[in-house]
């Protein structure tokens, strides 16, 4: 095992300005998902239809990205990361300007679903991460990449929005398309070039994706609780903008969409949570960041009158799972360090699974038992994530790690 992996070199391949690099590509892969999120309205006029048609057009968005993580992400196990995430940003220049020009709402949504698919470079990166850096620094590299997939979320409803304001959606797709042909040369000039080693074909990847989860007791410890917490961070979103758009409140969608900013605790907490699950491991990165996002879930319960103390319980909300959710994605992607990306493929599909069963019950709880319930909902998903880290502890030696090492050495 330890002769296939990717020692000394790979640490000198990632160099700071790579890492950083690969931040800021995750980022701008992540925004193109939801880039038309504030624009709905300015579309459905562009294109002569209902709010609800373009909605359902932006939902292709997350169907294509969850057919990227499974599809996509593991072709990094096999090709050179520079030719892979270049294509695919090539791809997403491509499928940005012909959305720019999509003259029906069907186009738009087989439109959005490339970007969505393509979109999956974030987890691609995060794999990249995983079997280029060093034993001592993943966490930290993988830090740094969360953090840039966070910051995409929150910029991409932050940039789309201004930029749909000022020169029109059409035009906003325009201009992203230009920053991701800069990011495909970039990527392919920088990025490692080392091919993959996997050890088995790809459509037999594919078709093993599943069986790993009954191989690698890490893989479902990690898979299951990462699916909670998901859940519980999906849940609360969706449902706060129901909350905040119904009396006695009543706000507007500009006023609700200023909430995201809670989430730049979020982005700074990926960054700390990597430096700490190198020192200390990821078992206790996860439960403390477990603990405050259940405590931060229990004051929405009684604070979403006052603004600033929603606020803050927000962003300490985002800002325990944010690290928790780096301290996961660590654990899976040191199962085979050789090659992580089915490994990692594999957590994130449940991982989106668990999230949006969260944002369909968020939307859906308002109007069953209120926002009172809904936060018990969610809290009682985040308490169940920490159950599960709890009662996973496997100690060297023992016979889950036996099994999961042996398992491993029998793939090669």
């Not at 738009?108 to 794999?127: E, K, P, R």
């Not at 006695?248 to 699950?277: D, F, H, K, M, Q």
Request: proline share 4%; net charge positive.
């Amino acid at each position: 095992m330890e002769s296939e992996r990717i020692p000394k070199m790979s640490s000198a391949v990632l160099r700071t300005s790579v890492v950083w690099f690969m931040a800021l590509a995750a980022a701008l892969a992540t925004a193109s998902v939801y880039l038309l999120h504030p624009a709905v309205a300015e579309v459905a006029g562009s294109l002569d239809t209902s709010a609800a048609v373009i909605g359902t057009a932006l939902a292709c968005g997350p169907i294509g990205y969850l057919a990227g993580l499974v599809l996509l992400v593991p072709l990094v196990d096999r090709f050179a990361p520079r030719t892979v995430v270049a294509a695919q940003f090539a791809v997403l220049a491509i499928a940005s300007a012909a959305g720019a020009v999509a003259g029906s709402s069907w186009v738009l949504g087989v439109v959005l679903g490339v970007v969505g698919a393509g979109s999956a470079v974030g987890a691609q990166l995060s794999s990249v991460a995983g079997r280029f850096a060093g034993p001592h620094r993943q966490a930290t590299i993988l830090g740094i990449v969360t953090a840039g997939i966070s910051a995409g979320i929150l910029a991409g409803r932050i940039v789309g929005g201004w930029l749909t304001e000022v020169i029109g959606w059409r035009a906003m797709l325009l201009v992203f398309a230009v920053p991701c042909v800069v990011v495909a040369v970039v990527s392919y000039s920088v990025l490692p070039a080392v091919r993959g080693r996997a050890g088995c074909g790809y459509l037999d990847t594919l078709r093993g994706i599943p069986g790993l989860f009954a191989r690698f007791a890490a893989l479902r410890w990690a898979a299951a609780r990462g699916a909670l917490w998901f859940f519980a961070f999906c849940a609360i979103w969706a449902g706060l903008a129901v909350a905040l758009s119904q009396p006695p409140y009543s706000y507007s969608p500009e006023r609700i969409g200023l909430y995201a900013c809670a989430g730049l605790a979020g982005v700074v907490a990926t960054r700390i949570a990597g430096n700490w699950t190198d020192r200390v491991g990821h078992r206790r990165v996860i439960l403390v960041g477990l603990a405050l996002a259940l405590t931060s879930v229990v004051g929405l319960g009684v604070a979403l009158s006052n603004i600033a103390v929603t606020l803050i319980c927000l962003g300490l909300f985002d800002a325990g799972l944010f690290a928790a959710q780096v301290a996961n994605q660590s654990a899976v992607l040191a199962i085979d360090s050789s090659a992580p990306a089915r490994f990692n493929s594999a957590y994130m599909a449940v991982y989106f699974v668990g999230g949006s069963l969260g944002t369909a019950f968020g939307a859906a709880a308002i109007g069953w038992f209120g926002w009172p319930g809904l936060v018990a909902s969610a809290a009682a998903a985040t308490a169940a994530a920490g159950i599960v880290a709890l009662a996973d502890r496997p100690l060297v030696g023992s016979p889950v790690v036996a099994h999961d090492v042996s398992a491993v050495h029998s793939e090669r």
